[in-house]
């Protein structure tokens, strides 16, 4: 058995002296609070506040960064329980045993953390350990000291949003919000399933989003109706913001007839590949029309090519680690929305982007010109240190650090969280270190700064 | 008020050994006189050498990289004294005030260059401080130790390069020739208003290019005629190099008869976007072939999106910082030139990029074998610490040090050209100290380069 | 005369901690067999080991790396000795006296170090020691130390990959393997020329295929027959794996019917260029369902624009240094493949690209999750210390160490091998201690990470 422990100094630059101004930016924003305005943690957690199952049914089956590397290597997804009954003590065996996989990835980062600091874990994760590991893990999480409840007070969480669809009861709010438990968690409007007609089931969507406002969502009237009624629904439980996550940034702005005819060829069914694009292009303006109104925060997370693997997709269904990053062009494609709101000081739309060469080219350019835009931090693949490194040497230089909006941490791994936001705090004073170190930013102002990426900015851009 | 003062080893890489070097490669360059062979500099300040405004006036007003960023964050342009009248001291304060949005940004750095340098500050821009910098600013400019001349002379600029266009009668460029002063101030011919279709007042552009040049332009033969005269006059005012703004770096090379009936179209008036394309296309090979005949060194600084934000520009016109770069392609856009003249010896063509992504994937593969192409610095929003880095570390190792061509300072910011050349000799000192820290160039080798890409790379390729 | 001494630490990263734990890791790897799964170098030389001839002819004539440099800087081809004949010495004078051009280029790293450790040659390559190089190196391979069989030997080389098309007779590979010779010198299967129909001299390739195999390759079912007959031969010839160089990474799946139609175009001539590309993209999914009969591991090198100058290809030919990289898309553009065989656990589908841009956004999601993918190591332009740390960081935090193969040499070089594989075992160790430096790795793994990028993984990847 190998010993496991986290180094105090753990992702600061190797440099001594970089590393020493690290570590005194971080001592001052490690202990602050958790702002997590974007993720997909399940609110029934926090509703119900009953214990987690075992080891691999909370660390490994939900985590597709783990089974997806997994995957790749030849195990196969049914021996992990995912899409199939398995033994969890042996897929948590297989998690084990190729844990060496990780070796250099933000996952192992995590996942270390989680072993020590959540459970006292003093030994790696390999072969020799893993029932040790499944028995200490599964042990700990039938004590109520594991709640989620109690999880999220001892990971000092001020507040998280979770993601839900417009179809959504939100019934798992409401029971928080009426429980007197004092822990906040808002939800975000996600309307992609009735928005896109390309997702699955998009016309039963269409008849209950119908049901559920009492509008005639096949009717253009009716479904933009629909969706403001929901919206301010949400809003009502607590949401700040909302969430798109298209194919494409793709935005358009139709004339009034355009769009209504166009949206009777949707709910016809009897569109093309270009008028679905056209149709969520629309979506987006007509999004941020709304935005305006309600004052919810818009998000846009393009580029991802979902369930690119047909087969895996037939058998497993959405989410099982086939989404791969596309190239995604910004600059024409945010125009017909930008020509209507971009110089509006009273509307935030925040972007994420999977496409590295748009940071220094066209996001942060953007960014530093509009009004209305921010820059999402370093997203999904890139949500790692040398992602997170790249993120802020190309787009600060352009954009600076305010029209960027602290961390994300944009997962479903309750665990991790905390261990996220300190990898982000961690390289974020590693980045201003060396700025300070080069003498292109004085200590007191680096200060500031690492806070307002902890913790300042993520409030204030999501209205939280 | 908190203290400003230039750190000596600023903007060196951290480690100890590695900035020894560069402090060393430094010391040798830091003194060489500036060549600044592409820029945009009013010759009328050499001309007439009249006294600098007021701080607003000299530094923030003209300031894209400034206005825009403040912009960015909801200040009205109209505050900063842009597009409308006001109070420069109000307008200054403004900046004052949100001096921390340019945190991270080579703004701030050249910006306390000047403070420091230039007007002798101890104490940091912020809003405390702002009117002691307004008044202290604005004083020193009403003096004549802060003449145009006089601060030309100071600042060691041994040549510095203008840009106009080929309606401009470079009468400041005659005065300074005229004026029996020391100081070596060249103009470079910047034809995109009588050779983009899509350029404001294309039409009648067309027509002053005829009246100044006794040529027909409405006329293929005439419009070349035209061309070259106006090429043949700025040379005489010192020009050794053209320049080149389109959106792409598309070119062509079209029969003349084909060539003859697009311009037809074009003057016509009765063109597509396709033909303004193609014509643009076809006019970088025609200069290619001028070039070849009177000497004058190539320039092109293609793939911005010009005026991005439709409002901005109907409400202010051209050059409020909307301007965004886009993805751009060279491999297939050159091929047409490059097949005429790629081989020649005796023509140079200077390649930028905003997508930093052609670095190492196309710029620097293309200028590794063809001899007519030399590369750019890091261009505008890349012209800063990180993108300098990103320059060197993407395009030496196929291009090497002798394809590229030195620093441009590419600025209308007056007194910020010894700051910005300052910048670049020290980024480029600590890349090559990282190289010799490595083994990986010998340090006498790095004395000759660092000299080389300080002063006499430019001069050679700019025939200066 | 300047003196050359290589340094022990040279290629490691300069923080002290940081190169004292590449120093002990490259310890450990720095004395493994070469293994050498990809490259060009000549089966002729170890099936007739005769003694290689001057500097020029061995050094200078065959590495486009070396004279596309020169012939950016206006040197001739022909006054190199390339398309015609010139005098060795003079031609390399030439590149002795333009050898600073080389400065922070990996060839003048893998140059110096044949230099000295090959030659022993104690002083820089210049102007002044052109003849002293000249003579040294000519002298010494007149000697039988210098026979291409003892040098493999010295080189420690386990095994060599060469590269033939499917019309060579592979002689060579049968005299070696028929001389008791115990050097293991494998071939690979590269079927461009009678794959691509825009290769020169398709037409006639297809004729030589049908005779040397006894198919009609003017059918579709005798042409893909005669394909898998030359691939068991090259199999039993010791190939392990295939090689596809196409312009772009675009496979299809067309229905047999459809495929038989499009290949009678081709064979017709009467075929646009999209056919071509089709064609291209059907025989890549073609040839990866041959791999799960054969076992032959696939690569795929897309995305050089092969030829770009026009005029120097009509007078030199292919290979003269103007191949120059493009954009290229893998997640469209491999879908059909990966469709069919994406999920194959007996399938291996070796990656490359010349577009760094895909690392991050698209090769390291792809390989991190199909389990027929691996990722190949910096490739072509890229295969320099800059490119490898690039390749490290864009790839290793999405698709681990496990999913890429270690190190291919590539070359035709044969002198520089062991200086390549030196290199990269240096840049991998540098990276590592990066890890283990800001503790994201432990050193223990760390050790067993360095050894399988340096030997370990290349192995089992290509079935060595």
Request: proline fraction near 5%; charge should be negative.
């Amino acid at each position: 058995m190998r010993p496991l422990k986290l180094d105090d100094d753990r992702l600061f630059p190797a440099d001594p002296a970089v590393r020493s101004i690290a570590r005194e930016l971080y001592g001052e924003v490690c202990d602050l609070p958790i702002i997590s305005p974007h993720g997909h943690t399940d609110p029934s957690w926090f509703a119900l506040n009953q214990p987690f199952g075992n080891a691999a049914e909370l660390l490994l089956q939900p985590d597709h960064y783990l089974f997806r590397m997994l995957y790749s290597q030849g195990v196969r997804l049914e021996d992990l329980g995912i899409g199939a009954d398995a033994n969890p003590r042996v897929a948590w065996r297989i998690l084990a045993e190729n844990f060496h996989l990780f070796r250099g990835t933000p996952s192992r980062i995590w996942l270390d953390w989680v072993f020590t600091e959540v459970f006292g874990i003093e030994v790696r994760l390999e072969g020799e350990t893993a029932d040790l590991y499944y028995d200490t893990i599964t042990e700990a999480l039938a004590t109520d000291a594991f709640r989620p409840r109690t999880l999220f007070e001892r990971f000092n969480i001020e507040v998280i949003a979770t993601t839900e669809n417009p179809l959504d009861t939100l019934e798992h709010h409401r029971t928080i919000r009426e429980s007197g438990w004092s822990g906040r968690v808002v939800t975000a409007y996600r309307p992609d399933p009735v928005v896109d007609p390309e997702f699955e089931g998009f016309a039963g969507n269409l008849a209950k989003f119908s049901e559920l406002t009492g509008e005639d969502c096949l009717s253009w009237q009716g479904y933009l109706a629909a969706h403001r009624k929901r919206r301010a629904f949400f809003a009502a439980m607590g949401a700040t913001s909302t969430d798109h996550g298209h194919p494409t940034a793709r935005t358009a702005d139709l004339s009034p007839i355009e769009a209504e005819a166009l949206f009777g060829r949707i709910v016809g069914g009897d569109f093309s590949e270009w008028d679905a694009e056209l149709f969520r292009a629309q979506m987006l303006t007509e999004m941020a029309a709304m935005s305006l109104d309600d004052g919810l925060v818009m998000q846009i997370h393009p580029g991802s090519f979902r369930n690119h693997n047909a087969a895996l997709f037939a058998s497993h269904g959405r989410d099982k680690g086939a989404d791969i990053p596309m190239r995604t062009d910004y600059v024409e494609a945010l125009k017909p929305l930008l020509d209507r709101f971009g110089n509006s000081r009273d509307f935030t739309l925040i972007l994420f982007t999977l496409d590295e060469s748009s940071y220094a080219r066209e996001l942060a350019p953007l960014a530093g010109h509009y009004p209305c835009l921010r820059l999402g931090p370093a997203w999904w693949f890139h949500d790692s240190p040398e992602g997170m490194r790249r993120f802020r040497r190309m787009t600060t230089e352009t954009a600076g650090f305010y029209n960027t909006v602290g961390f994300n941490d944009d997962t479903r791994a309750f665990l991790s969280i905390p261990a996220r936001h300190d990898l982000a705090r961690r390289i974020d004073c590693g980045f201003l270190a060396e700025l300070v170190a080069e003498h292109r930013l004085e200590l007191d102002e680096a200060h500031e700064v690492a806070r307002a990426l902890a913790y300042d900015l993520a409030k204030a851009a999501y209205k939280l």
